[in-house]
């Protein structure tokens, strides 16, 4: 056969091809490809692919070198196996993997991420109604879901928006050597109660692979090339963090250059993802926090985290705990209440909420606690003492403050001893005991004496 003929052959397969994906994506069926690179993956390969099994059209793995059953272990759960040479370029090897894809729709997840079966079938629900909505879904092109980074013991210690479900079109491909981003084309929707699980971040898992030397190296690279992208800065800065925190010997250089690095993303006035923003003003937060010789450094640092991300929980916490501390309890609340009606305490998570707030509302409850108490307000103080005390009832800094504010705004006994026993036993002398010792220390002295009394009764 001529040359001529073969690469009339070819072409006319590529036309075949490109008209079946046309016609796909303007059926309004929905077609789930997903995609992923992977490199020595065997710990992960099957639970990453097990949960699209119900879903996907098709399920395309490429192998970036693994040495270990990676490969072996896709293919016998069905998977398209394809291999790329690594350059050193996640946004090459990614693209590739989307030029494999057939289906109209593309969910490009790692191996060390997943969704639970609920959110599965979520996912399938959210994109049949888009390609079932002719006038407002003809344009949406990204699904964004918030992704849940996950420590060892899994708790989350991040959640951030992501573009990992979108469109299978030409204009929708991924740029940078790392920490590769997808061109943004025509319109996203957020979905906000679909989350993707992600464990890659955990501490045994960076130690495993060596993914923050990786990281370190190819961020070099780019900035060998782009020595003024504050973008690569704020990466390798985070990452450079990552590398220090888990080595048991810290480079002191590396340290240096840390601070020196986030101090340049405070300062920059350059669009940046608000989660690297956040994470430059948190690192310097706890380099001053609880520091008697930096409270005015802490402070500054504090409300100008707070002013540049007003509606982060961890930046609005810190700031309005100096507040409480300064007595500005006034200003701290305002803060508190906000943020409050932003704060998920079940399944749901918001976008760059850590692990400090999101996983623990007692922290933002014990300072709206301190702000009601210093504000006179006796309802809110009785909430949220509540709530702290129904989280752990051997509180006795908080129980024995709270006592003495009802006692202070004429709360009788009888109601004190009804609001109390939606926390506490009050038929056991344990718990009696803890309420009469707290009372005593916060200067409730009659009141402790009251419950010793009851204590007696039981105690024969």
Wanted: charged share 30%; glycine share 6%.
């Amino acid at each position: 056969m001529s040359k001529k003929k073969k690469k009339n052959k070819h072409s006319k397969k590529l036309v075949q091809k490109s008209n079946v994906k046309q016609a796909r994506q303007s059926s309004g069926e929905v077609r789930l490809s997903q995609c992923m690179i992977v490199k020595n993956e065997e710990k992960h390969i099957e639970k990453a692919l097990e949960w699209a099994k119900p879903i996907a059209y098709e399920q395309i793995v490429v192998d970036t070198g693994s040495t270990d059953k990676t490969v072996e272990i896709a293919e016998s759960m069905g998977a398209k196996i394809y291999h790329f040479k690594w350059i050193d370029d996640f946004s090459a090897a990614k693209n590739f993997a989307i030029e494999q894809a057939t289906g109209n729709w593309i969910a490009f997840l790692d191996a060390d991420e997943h969704m639970s079966p609920g959110d599965v079938n979520k996912l399938m629900k959210k994109l049949n109604e888009v390609e079932q909505n002719r006038e407002s879904g003809k344009n949406i092109t990204i699904i964004k879901t918030p992704m849940v980074d996950l420590d060892d013991e899994g708790n989350a210690t991040g959640v951030f928006l992501h573009s990992r479900i979108y469109r299978n079109i030409k204009e929708i491909r991924y740029s940078g050597r790392i920490h590769e981003s997808i061109t943004a084309y025509g319109e996203s929707l957020t979905a906000d109660d679909i989350s993707i699980i992600h464990t890659g971040y955990s501490e045994s898992e960076h130690k495993e692979k060596n993914k923050t030397d990786r990281n370190i190296k190819l961020l070099r690279k780019e900035l060998e090339s782009s020595p003024d992208s504050m973008l690569i800065k704020a990466y390798l800065a985070d990452s450079l963090k990552a590398k220090n925190l888990i080595s048991d010997k810290p480079d002191k250089k590396e340290e240096s250059e840390v601070s020196g690095l986030f101090n340049e993303v405070i300062e920059s006035n350059e669009q940046l993802p608000e989660f690297l923003i956040k994470k430059a003003y948190l690192y310097h937060i706890g380099q001053v926090w609880n520091k008697d010789d930096k409270k005015q450094q802490c402070e500054e640092l504090c409300k100008a985290g707070h002013e540049k991300l007003p509606d982060d929980l961890d930046l609005g916490y810190y700031y309005s705990a100096l507040l409480n501390e300064k007595k500005n309890f006034k200003g701290a609340w305002e803060i508190l209440s906000r943020l409050k009606s932003k704060f998920t305490t079940g399944t749901g998570h918001i976008s760059g909420a850590t692990a400090k707030v999101q996983s623990d509302p007692n922290m933002i409850f014990g300072q709206m606690l301190m702000a009601a108490q210093g504000l006179g307000d006796i309802e809110s103080t009785i909430t949220y003492a509540t709530l702290l005390l129904m989280s752990n009832k051997i509180q006795p800094e908080i129980l024995g403050p709270y006592i003495y504010a009802l006692l202070k705004h004429d709360t009788s006994k009888e109601d004190i001893l009804e609001l109390l026993a939606k926390i506490y036993d009050l038929t056991s002398p344990a718990d009696l005991l803890l309420i009469a010792r707290a009372a005593k220390d916060a200067g409730a002295v009659e009141f402790a004496g009251f419950i010793l009394n009851i204590a007696k009764e039981y105690m024969g």
